[in-house]
């Protein structure tokens, strides 16, 4: 028997929620976000998932040659573009359009040696600080990719810091979006603008031709806990499930795991959960954390140890050795654990979680039907 421990990958999910990602951006064009291997879902797994998708974005160029591999002959965009110039021979050979922010990325261009002019996307930085031209420099960089013959069509690009808040106390999104138009805004060419959190709060505002989602295809909520994945319509497309092993009964007094964080107050009956922060359940998850038994909402009992942690079974006099534990995504019975309130109780957000599903964790699908 290998441990209990398994994550399920739901491409139904993944479909869904490119559905909800077309009905928030009508008239757009949807990138599904892929990169780190698919946010952790696995490329190959999500694939059937996202086919739905007008075009697969990413960073990695093996994650490019993967999907073209597996088939796929729409659309592909390396959102940080290439790395070094000999990057450009897999581009022109693949067919990858790939982001441009920098001048290396210009030069390497103007080197290139190809029969298939390129298609790319310009990037500004509008404030985010991160990657792109300054408004400065943009259109300079536009001017010079405008004149290459390795280039047949420039689009256009931005990335938001605060689609999913406010920012120093104001709407989040309109210092940026004041930014592109003032230094883009005749130029012509496709736009893309809106990540998830932008695609679902501000897509009647920031338009452009495609919108960019990454964590609303997986079920992430990119605002919560301000909005919840039921707000949204979002379901999750990865569930990492385990069984109880082993059970305990405590007295008053009794310790629970390393540390002896918890301490018993009264008789108190504990499960012993197949899954540590070895499978890529967060270390940092305090005491008291959700955590589904059978389907039935309980919490985390200590500290979570390698390959294991404990569950309170008080409320569960039926659960115990061989219960299934929904550590997050789908329970039993319709049950839901969304793995934005794990994240949140482990002071992250539940795009950390998902990537960092752990290697040694078995992994199956559910396939589209
Ligand atoms: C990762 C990424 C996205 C997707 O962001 P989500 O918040 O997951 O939707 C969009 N654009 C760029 C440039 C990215 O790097």
Known sequence: M????????????????????RRHAPDAKVW??????????????????????????????????????????????????CFEQRDLELCSRLKLW?????????????????????????????????????????????AR?????????????????????ERLG??????????????????????????????LRHTARVGGDWVRCGIMSYGGVPD????????????PAMTLRSKIIGTQDLQAGDTVGYGSSFTAQGPKRIGIVACGYADGYPRHVPHGSPILVDGVRTTTVGRVSMDMLAVDLDALPNAGFGSEVTLWGN??????????????AAGTIGYELMCALARRVPVSVEHLS
């Not at 290998?2 to 139904?12: K, T, V």
């Not at 806990?225 to 949204?232: L, M, R, S, T």
């Open 224 to 235: 919560f806990p301000e909005h919840d994945a039921a707000y949204w319509d979002l379901k």
């Open 145 to 165: 990719l405008n004149a290459l013959p390795q280039v047949d069509e420039i689009s256009l690009m931005t990335h938001f810091s605060d689609a999913d808040s």
């Open 98 to 142: 790939h982001a441009v922010h920098c001048e290396e990325q210009v030069d390497w261009l103007a080197m290139h040696k190809t029969h298939e002019p390129h298609r790319v996307f310009l990037k500004l930085n509008s404030g985010m600080n991160r990657l792109g031209f300054s408004p400065q420099a943009f259109r300079a960089a536009w």
């Open 32 to 81: 599904a976000v892929i990169k780190a291997n698919a946010y952790g879902h696995g490329i190959e797994n999500a694939f059937d998932g996202v086919r739905s998708a007008d075009g697969l974005a990413m960073i990695d160029l093996d994650e490019a040659q993967r999907v073209r591999a597996l088939g796929w002959r729409g659309p592909v965009l390396l959102l940080e573009g």
């Open 2 to 21: 290998p441990r209990p421990i398994e994550a399920i990958i739901h491409q139904p999910a993944l479909a869904h929620n490119l559905a909800v990602a």
């Open 331 to 344: 329970g039993p019975h319709g049950s839901v654990l969304p793995i934005d309130e794990v994240a949140r």
């Open 170 to 199: 104001a709407d989040g999104i309109a210092h940026q979006l004041a930014a592109f138009q003032a230094v883009a805004g005749d130029l012509p060419g496709e736009r893309s603008l809106a990540n998830s959190a932008a695609t």
